[in-house]
């Protein structure tokens, strides 16, 4: 069994700034990419920030520079401190891992349950 539990979200006045974390807990082999998603309400889940297992990292255009995605691999967690946060920030936001189980062979996307960030006055 494999579990990612994240936390960190809640409500913050525009400009301000939060920090997420997501960690692995359960039968975890091995962890290779890592990535935070968002959903706002009516619109398509998409991706913020992703890290490979060598730290390479990319963000998308709307929090380019204002975002940073981090990984421990030694506790198996993953984090995103986020700054200078604008109401179009207002998600949920998803944590994932694409990870190896140990008694299994196969390499598989899991998720975190989601966290509530809302940005507003």
């Known amino acids: 069994q494999v579990q990612l539990v994240e936390s960190g979200g809640g409500l913050v006045q525009p400009g301000g700034s939060l920090r997420l974390s997501c960690a692995a807990s359960?039968?975890?082999?091995?962890?290779?990419?890592m990535g935070w998603y968002r959903q706002a309400p009516g619109k398509q889940r998409e991706l913020v920030a992703g890290i490979t297992s060598g730290g390479n990292t990319n963000y998308s255009d709307s929090v380019k520079g204002r975002f940073t995605i981090s990984r421990d691999n030694a506790k198996r967690m993953m984090s995103l401190e986020m700054s200078d946060l604008k109401p179009g920030d207002t998600a949920v936001y998803y944590c994932n891992f694409y990870l190896l189980r140990r008694g299994t062979n196969w390499w598989q996307d899991y998720w975190g349950q989601g966290t509530q960030v809302t940005v507003s006055s």
């Open positions: 359960g039968n975890v082999l091995a962890i290779d990419r």
